[in-house]
């Protein structure tokens, strides 16, 4: 089979960040910056996390890694006797992934590593693109890496033009070959030719819009193991497979192909087909084919790493990505398994069930795209939590509600803060109808800072023994905590007005917001109430 030069499992593809006892001297010999896929799991222990810079392509390549883990741990079933857990503290407590198993799985499949491989089956690529699409009409690299402009579209990090497209490296084409698969728009595409029927309209990727919340180790060796996901009782290894490992490339006008288990429901669910075509050197990518997967159908949205909420008509769908959100607001939805979070109902990751197993010091990283679900792309999101799993629901059900308190009493305060700024606004200006955009978002820069830092400092004073009702919170100190924080961001947004009569007059009357609305409001409306969740001790 024609192979090319640049094999993933060799070449230096994945940005990584060695561990601190790792010295400077020896990170300059023997660590580099890149490493191999080969190399990144036989020394994923002395790796201290991926360095990859953009939020996408990290939660994409965490999930393909995890399936590849699994493989080489073999962890891939749960086994007659159902003893997975334990077959993968066996392994953490060997300390690092088996050198022979990974280098038996890259063995096997050598020849599906290689990112260009003209006349073969080149790495997570569909080579029929060549014959199907119009080789006059491709999407260029400008649109292959996300992160540049292409055609019409503003420019993010860099000027770039189509007429003088620079080629990416091999390396930042295998990260932006990752980001269309999960998060690629929906919408028109390059035309694809099946059975003599075109067609050009792609289904958005399967992580488009959506936040993945990923267990983080002071490893990445702990990381791979803690965010595996333990196979159902019915999942067979040979039939839960990852696009690479299948014989055959899917039938594009055939339904696209259910997922067996964890390793190919997290890499084996993109909507979109792609070729990339190297220079002369194998060394860029000089070009690109992107077009649909599969046509007219889309795959159930199912992925393990997201927070699933249930919207008022029934649907589930994950919780999107926004960039506005800190993760602490998510934090009660992570750690409960039943989170009180209103009529959303949100469904914990299914991972962070079973990954304080491999430690109660993981912290969580948040990993996504705040986008539109057809072609705007607005921010990366990449945020990442203390050490928060030790009270997860399993271990410390007497604590954990704390955290969940904790978070509604400062969101309370800062929907107030809305509310008052607006209503404050529209006085001001004698208009009803005025919204207050500007002072809602200057007031919501102002608090939600300063309540992340209060929700973490109180976070952190919570009881980790279970010994004391609510973890010791103090829940009257906590709301006065959080109302100081929302009167500060009210003062400093509206007190440039109150130097006049209606401005001081408009201030005053809706200042009452914060403290939850005139009394006959609060007593009339029990509904609303309940609606919002508020805290009422």
């Known amino acids: ?85 334990e077959r993968r503290l066996n392994v953490l407590d060997s300390g690092r992934l088996p050198p022979a198993e990974v280098d038996a799985y890259f063995s ?7 990112l260009f491989a003209p006349g073969g089956r080149p790495w997570m690529q569909d080579p029929r693109l060549a014959d199907q699409c119009d080789a006059t009409n491709t999407a260029g690299v400008n649109k292959l890496i996300v ?15 189509d007429t003088a497209a620079e080629p990416p490296t091999a390396a930042d084409a295998f990260l932006s070959l990752l980001m269309w698969h999960y998060y690629g728009p929906a919408g028109r595409c390059s035309s694809r ?56 490339l899917p039938d594009p006008d055939s339904p696209p192909r259910t997922s067996r288990g964890p390793r190919s429901r997290h890499t084996a669910r993109s909507q979109h087909a792609l070729l990339l075509i190297p220079d002369e050197h194998s060394t ?62 949100p469904q914990q990751p299914r991972v962070f069930r079973t990954a304080v197993e491999v430690s109660e010091d993981l912290r969580v990283r948040a990993l996504g795209f705040d986008q539109e679900g057809q072609a705007k792309d607005t921010q990366f999101i990449d945020a990442s939590t203390p050490a928060v799993l030790a009270f997860a629901e399993r271990n410390d059900a007497r604590t954990v509600p704390a955290v969940g308190r904790l978070r509604q009493v400062g969101e309370l305060y800062g929907r107030r803060l809305d509310r008052a700024v607006k209503r404050a606004w529209a006085a001001y200006v004698k208009d009803a109808k005025a919204d207050g955009a500007a002072w809602a978002a200057e007031a919501g820069a102002r608090y939600w800072p300063q309540a992340e830092a209060e929700f973490w400092a109180r976070f952190r004073l919570l009881d980790r023994t279970g010994d004391i009702a609510d973890g010791g919170l103090d829940p009257a100190a906590a709301r006065q905590s959080f109302l100081r924080l929302a009167e500060e961001a009210y003062d400093a947004v509206t007190g440039p007005v109150t130097r006049t009569l209606r401005g001081a007059k408009a201030i005053s009357q809706a200042r009452i917001d914060l403290y939850g609305g005139p009394p006959k409001n609060r007593a009339t409306a029990p509904s609303a109430r309940a609606k919002t969740k508020e805290p009422t001790g």
């Open 1 to 85: 089979m024609p192979t090319g030069t640049y094999n993933l499992i060799d070449q230096p593809c994945v940005p990584v960040r060695w561990k601190p006892s790792i010295s400077a001297a020896s990170a300059t010999a023997g660590f580099p910056d890149r490493v191999g896929l080969r190399e990144l799991l036989l020394r994923s222990h002395d790796i201290e996390s991926l360095a990859v810079a953009d939020a996408p392509a990290h939660a994409a390549l965490l999930r393909i890694l995890y399936a590849i883990t699994a493989q080489v741990a073999d962890l891939t079933e749960q086994g007659p006797e159902g003893d997975w857990d």
């Open 108 to 114: 096997m499949f050598e020849d599906r590593f290689f």
């Open 147 to 161: 992160t540049r402009p292409s055609g019409n579209n503003h420019s993010w990090f860099r000027h770039d033009s």
């Open 193 to 248: 030719e099946v059975n003599g029927v075109k067609s050009a309209s792609a289904t958005a990727g399967p992580l488009r819009t959506a936040l993945s919340y990923h267990p983080d180790g002071t490893s990445l060796f702990e990381t791979l193991l803690a965010g595996l996901v333990p196979p159902e009782d019915s999942v067979r290894a040979h039939e839960d497979l990852c696009p690479w490992e299948q014989d055959k």
């Open 284 to 345: 860029h990518a000089q070009d690109a084919f992107i077009t649909w997967a599969y046509r007219g159908e889309r795959m159930p949205r199912e992925d393990d790493y997201l927070i699933w909420q249930t919207s008022q008509q029934g649907n589930r769908y994950p919780r999107p990505a926004n960039a506005g959100r800190a993760l602490w607001r998510d934090l009660d939805a992570l750690l409960l398994q039943h989170p009180p979070a209103g009529s959303a109902h």
